[in-house]
Structures are given as C-alpha cells and as structure tokens.
C-alpha cells in the first residue's frame, strides 16, 4: 500500500511497522508531529514527558522491560537528554531503543544552528540519516533491528526538510514483536564505576563491528554515473546534490556513523574529483580526511544555513540554479506575532511600562523581545530565565534588585525552571519570577503538559498546581494576577519588584487561540475621539491598523476577541465596545 506522508509520519509509520510498543516526547519543532502520529496508532503507549531527559529515561525503562522504544525531540533537546544518553551507549539494550534528533538548519524555530551527528560519534553509537519520507519509514524500521542486533541505542536524525516534506511512502504490515526477557544483569545494567569499566571495552568492540557492518548493510550504497565527479552525500542534501548534478557518480551514505572506510576509500580511487555535500558542519568531510582522502568540501559549500540547490549550484558551478530563474517578486516578510488577545501581551506591556530588566525563555512570548512590546533581554534556553534573574541580581544587587524579573511559560518552568527556582531558595536570591501559565504548551502547537490537566490521548489526569509547587520549594510569596487586568496587574508586579525575598507571579489565563475564545465584545475606534497618539500600537495587537487616512487607527473585526487590553491603554476613551451594530 502506497501513502503521502511526511517525514515524520513516515518515522511513526515506521516505529508502527517495526512493532514499537512504547514512545515518549517533550515538543519541539521539527520533531513534534512525529508522537503525535504515533499516538493514532493502535496497541502503542504515547505519551508526553516534562523533558526530553525524561522522555530516554521512561523509554529506556520500557527497553530494559523488553519492548521496542522511541524518544523524539528537536536538536537542542538532545543537550538536555545528553547525560542517560551517553551512559545508555554503555548499558545497551533489551528491547530495541531508538532516538530521534531532529535538527533545525535555518534555525526556523530553534535558537541555534547546532549539528547533532557529533552525539553520535562522541556516543559511540550508530547513526542513521533518510533523505526521503520513504527512507524515514524504512530506516526507523531498520534501526530497531540494528539497535538489537548490536546491544546499542541508534540515533536517527532528521532535518526539518525531511520532517516537514511529504512525499510517496510504500508501507506495510504491523510486525508482531513480542516482549523480550527481562534479565537481571548487574554487570550490564547498573552502571558503577566498576561496572562501567567493564563495558567501555564492550563499546569500542561493538564500534568495530558497526564499522564492518557499514560497508555490507547495504544502507551505503554507490550509484554509478559519470566518474570524472564523485560525490558523498546523506540527507536532504542528497536529493539537492541529484538535481543539480543529476549525471555524477554518488556515494549516498544513511548509516553516518561510523561510516564505510573500505567503501570509501574504493569509491575515491575510481572518481576523478571528490566532492562532499552536507549540511552544516564537515561531519563526514574531517572523516574522509582522516582516511587520506582528498575531497572538496565546506571551502566550497556553506556550513552556515540550509542548503537547496541554488546554494549548491552557487557553491559549486558558481550559477543560479533552475528554481532561482523560475522565482519572481519575493514574497513580503511575515514575522510572527503574539495572536490578538492573547494574555502574554499585557504582561509585557505591564514590564516594559515599569522599565524592568526581563530574562525571558522558550516559547511564544519570546516574541515580546521584538517591536512595539521590546520588553524582553535575553533568551539563552529552556529554564535560563529563572536562573539568569538571581545571577543578575547576585552580581550587582544595587542596580538590578529591584529591576530583574524572570519570566517563563508553564511547559518551560516544568521543563527546566523548577530547579533553579529551588537554587533561588537554596542560596538566597531575591528575584521576581513570573510564570505565563495559559495550561497549553502553545509555541509547538498546543500540546498537552503536566499543567493541562489532559494527557496526549486526551484523557483527563492530575493537573500540576504550579502554585503549590512553588510554596513546597520555599518560595515564601505566590500570588496569582490577572494577565488583562493592566492596571491591578502593574502595581502588584511592582510591588513584588520591590520586595526583600523571592516572589513568583503565575498569569493565568487559556491561549485564546487553543481556546478559541471569544472574551468579550468586539471593540472599535471612536474616529472623532482619536487623535492618533499611537498609544494603542504600543500593545502590539495585529488586529490594530492604521486607517483610511493611515494615522487613526482602526480594529478588524474579525480578528477582535474582545479582550479589552487597548482600551484599558488608550487614554483618551476612544476604543470602545461595539454596541447596536455599530
């Protein structure tokens, strides 16, 4: 049976087919379609973690209990899931244990650019890469009898081309794989120093075979064409590197690590110039180095962004490709922008009017860093806002006491910001901490966390209360504010500024566009009361726009919820709700 799907349908379609029992995530473009598929499938368990640390560690549990396991996460996830990752490379598995990296070239929803292919060499384990939807399903598959067969984790990496792209996939039946058995191995499985001395040896040795096993697997192949220009390449750049020079001869790797030498080697004797095509960093250039190979690599092709095959054509003919000659006017920009209504803006609104010092985080409201709201300092990663906010005020007490404040959203404080809020407790820092608790996890696409009450199969459960929470590490004042309450709000956030000892505000409100809610009367601009002071801009609502006369502004309708928050800020009575039709 043939189907359309996408990458990361393919990867779920796959861990289906393989006979996947258990799979676990934390959400994270490009990677977050991937269990939700999963999820649809019957006689699996998908669910949600609170990280992606968690999400290997649940998995790694169901592997030593004898089923086929996946974690999934986007890049930068896997810093966070880096540390049962590196000692899962000793222990091994039971069950067949997969994870998958997917990686953001473009940075088009990621806060770096970062090359996951070198876990899997600093891991010592095998890693996977499909250039296709189609490859996505069989290398999933695959990865699972390689994780078995070699007692070893496998990494499969995508790109967000591969994960977003759709294209043609033959699929077939659901293996029966039952559980295996579970054995008590303290040698294996309890990794003490002595314990784990013993198994590095086991790694090195099984990185020998893997190295074999490249080279006759099969998932290394040679497609013969003109030999004067040979080229390696994997991934999506394989399907860039085949348009653009459809008649070389090609060395299409998907098991990258650790790669074919013998194949290799043989390939580079029998072309006549070398070229390696990859994204982003000279991974498998610096190992075909390393054989004495000459090759062309990243002083031709770019190791900063995507490639295409324009680039790939620039770099290497120095030409426009066939598509850059089929492009016309560019499209205009279209930034992301906080939804109209949503409760985040008044926040913002409300730090910016009292000048404070914000160390913001992941997530929708990162957005409040840009114009008109500009109310945001930094953003590092997952939980740095919290952390940032006492180191600030640590250093320089007298400038920043009663300036920091911390924010950070509910699916990010449970990520990563509850401990280093217990660190604040711990070492005596004064810091103000806001959480922008709107019971979703919104910037991936509104999936489900320990704060929502709802599981990923939407099944109701135990909803975290982030105020408790809070009280039980210590912090000795919680207050919950009404995120479109401006005024109550800015004078209870200025009030907690000016405190002696930590505090933590939790706004509380639903994403209005998980919701779908409408709050209250769509609102208008009284033009004869306007005087085009542009005060109502300064909230950063897109259902605000210039008028007519491109001065007054003017409120769309169908983009209006009703939430109130520019006329509480026009001074002048001039927004108004709509009455009588009007």
Known sequence: MKMILSGNEAVARGFYEAGGKFASAYPGTPSTEV?????????????????EKVAVEVAVGASLGGARALAAMKHVGLN????????????GVNGG???????DPGMHSSQNEQDNRWYARAAKIPLLEPSDSQEARDLTIQAFEISESFDTP??????????????????GE????????YRKELLKNVL?????????????????????????????????????????TSGVAYQYAREVFPHASYLKLSLTYPLPEKLIRDFAERVGKLVVIEELDDFLELHIRALGVTVTGKEKIPAIGELNPDVVSRALLNREGASAELQGEPLPARPPVLCPGCSHRGVFWALKKLRATVTGDIGCYTLAALPPLESMDSCLNMGASVGMAEGMVKVNPEKFQKRVVGIIGDSTFIHSGITPLIDMVYNKGITTVIILDNRITAMTGHQENPASGVTLRGEPTHRLDLQKLCEAVGIPRVRKIDPYS??????????????????????????????????GPVYYVDQEK???????????????????????????????????????????GAILPQENGK
């Open 154 to 171: 496998v990494l499969l990496r995508t790109t967000t081309r591969i994960s977003h792209s759709k294209s043609v996939v033959t699929v």
């Open 192 to 232: 003490l120093p002595s314990t784990g001395r013993l198994r590095h040896p086991f790694v090195e040795n099984r990185l020998k075979k893997l190295r074999a096993f490249s080279t006759v697997s099969g998932l290394n192949w040679v497609d013969w064409g003109d030999r004067s220009l040979g080229i390696v």
């Open 486 to 519: 401006l005024k109550e709000m800015t004078e209870v956030i200025r009030e907690e500024m000016r405190t002696e000892e930590p505090s933590v505000l939790i706004a509380e409100a639903p994403c209005v566009l998980h919701e779908r809610s409408q709050l």
């Open 35 to 51: 269990l939700e598929n999963i999820a649809k499938y019957e006689g699996v368990i998908a669910q949600w973690a609170p990280n």
């Open 97 to 103: 244990m997969v994870i998958l990296t997917a990686d």
């Open 174 to 181: 659901r293996l029966d794989v039952p559980l295996k058995p």
């Open 80 to 91: 966070v899931a880096a540390d049962p990752l590196f000692s899962l490379s000793y222990m």
């Open 530 to 572: 306007c005087v085009a002071c542009d005060l109502c801009y300064k909230i950063g609502c897109p259902a605000i726009t210039p008028g007519p006369d491109g001065k007054k502004p003017v409120i769309d309708p169908l983009l209006c919820i009703g939430c109130d928050q520019c006329a509480q800020v026009c001074q002048l």
